[in-house]
């Protein structure tokens, strides 16, 4: 069974696209990426867009972001582009490995994204 991915729709809303499906949404509880405010999320949509339109393979984008909530240490987020392929429909598709981390804590969060017919990218469900 599938289920909505937060992740997804937090990395594409915004203009970017819109949600795939992944695990439950409750194993992302915690997660760095769900702590992102607010008032940072329209800066790291820029950042994902930015890595997936502009950078080369293993070519990594930094974001860092700038509001803390309740006077956490900041999240940083490195965004690398690992793989670009084109599908048989021409379609230009990209995976891409965020690596995100606050002190201690690390995650790392991979997805296939493809460019759509109208220049937005979204995540891949395959």
Same mark, same amino acid.
């Given at each position: 069974? *599938?289920?909505?991915?937060?992740?997804?729709?937090?990395?594409?809303?915004?203009?970017?696209?819109?949600?795939?499906?992944?695990?439950?949404?409750?194993?992302?509880?915690?997660?760095?990426?769900?702590?992102?405010? *607010?008032?940072?999320?329209?800066?790291?949509?820029?950042?994902?867009?930015?890595?997936?339109?502009?950078?080369?393979?293993? @070519?990594?984008?930094?974001?860092?972001?700038?509001?803390?909530?309740?006077?956490?240490?900041?999240? %940083?987020?490195?965004? %690398?582009?690992?793989?670009?392929?084109?599908?048989?429909?021409?379609?230009?598709?990209?995976?891409?490995?965020?690596?995100?981390?606050?002190?201690?804590? %690390?995650?790392?969060? @991979?997805?296939?994204?493809?460019? @759509?017919?109208?220049?937005?990218?979204?995540?891949?469900?395959?």
């Amino acid at each position: 069974m *599938k289920y909505p991915r937060v992740l997804v729709a937090l990395l594409l809303s915004g203009g970017m696209a819109s949600a795939a499906f992944a695990a439950p949404p409750v194993m992302l509880n915690d997660a760095l990426i769900t702590q992102i405010s *607010k008032a940072d999320r329209a800066s790291f949509h820029e950042a994902v867009a930015q890595a997936l339109n502009s950078s080369a393979d293993g @070519q990594s984008t930094e974001w860092t972001s700038t509001t803390q909530r309740k006077r956490a240490a900041p999240i %940083t987020v490195q965004l %690398t582009p690992k793989q670009t392929t084109k599908t048989g429909n021409d379609r230009v598709c990209r995976f891409l490995v965020g690596n995100f981390a606050r002190t201690t804590t %690390t995650e790392t969060w @991979q997805f296939w994204f493809c460019k @759509q017919p109208d220049g937005t990218w979204k995540a891949s469900a395959n």
